[in-house]
């Protein structure tokens, strides 16, 4: 799909990754209708870009969450004349902790922003995807929506849910002119990640890629009409050995048990200290 003079959807545009996707999509010719629930933090993404630029972006301060904020996404985009021809939905939050630890509160926060509420916008949205002679819908998921990491339960499992979606509507929309993608990136040095992940990644030896680079490969995907990818390397044979053979999966992962055990009771005593 060609980048230039086509307007796409930006969930998640104040992460780390989506203001790097926010730029590519500019430099490429692109317009980006960038999403969120603070607008002062929405002018802060758009004023990284040079003036010039500033007309190739369209903020839209709504809690996509919401009912009536998914109403205003759609209402926007209705009554713009020029359509929408994507969506880039990077939108997510993670919980990192032992599950039974948790909250049943986590549970739904996590449901709803990862999972049910980018569906039910999407679903609002086909309609006018269905306007455009090419369209397409990208979701960002993880590593973990294909390997079940412990210490990560709710955050895998509603990546699990997501990439199951991107891959049925795929084929549900295999005849017309929308393409459903599913980019899957390891862990990525944002703000995403609290001091605690970043320390356990750093002592299992989990890489962690720059969100400049990931954009660049989401974009790509965009371009190229590929329906999955997955980054990173080893983390791509992993998905493969754990989908052909688990249990070596649950070798490895067995062995670093301790460890994200640790590092996950230290995030419910810190959680324990600010409540």
């Not at 903020?59 to 904020?69: H, K, P, T």
């Not at 992993?238 to 996950?264: E, G, T």
Request: with cysteine; hydrophobic share 40%; glycine share 8%.
């Amino acid at each position: 799909m060609e980048i230039s003079g086509r307007k796409f959807l930006l969930l998640g545009a104040s992460g780390g990754i989506g203001r790097r996707i926010m730029h590519r999509l500019v430099a490429a010719g692109g317009h980006a209708v960038l999403v969120g629930r603070n607008m002062e933090k929405l002018q802060r993404c758009r004023d990284e870009l040079e003036p010039e630029y500033y007309d190739y972006v369209t903020l839209v301060e709504a809690d996509f969450i919401r009912d009536d904020g998914r109403k205003s996404i759609v209402d926007t985009i209705r009554g713009n004349n020029s359509g929408i021809d994507g969506i880039i939905n990077c939108a997510g939050i993670s919980q990192f902790g032992l599950f039974a630890d948790g909250q049943a509160d986590e549970i739904e926060a996590v449901f709803q922003t990862n999972v049910i509420a980018p569906l039910i916008l999407i679903h609002n949205l086909i309609p006018e995807l269905q306007k455009s002679s090419s369209a397409h819908i990208m979701n960002v998921g993880s590593i973990f929506g294909s390997i079940g990491f412990p210490g990560f339960c709710l955050y895998s499992s509603s990546k699990f849910a997501l990439r199951g979606f991107s891959e049925a509507l795929a084929r549900e929309l295999a005849d017309s002119e929308i393409t459903v993608s599913y980019v899957a990136p390891r862990a990525t040095r944002t703000d995403f990640n609290t001091a605690l992940v970043v320390e356990m990644n750093r002592e299992l030896g989990v890489a962690m890629d720059d969100p400049d680079n990931v954009a660049r490969q989401i974009i790509d995907a965009i371009r190229m009409d590929r329906k999955q990818m997955y980054l990173g390397w080893p983390e791509r044979l992993f998905v493969k050995l754990n989908s052909l053979f688990p249990s070596l999966v649950d070798y490895f992962l067995n062995k670093q048990l301790p460890v994200i055990r640790r590092h996950a009771r230290s995030t419910a005593k810190q959680q324990e200290t600010y409540t």
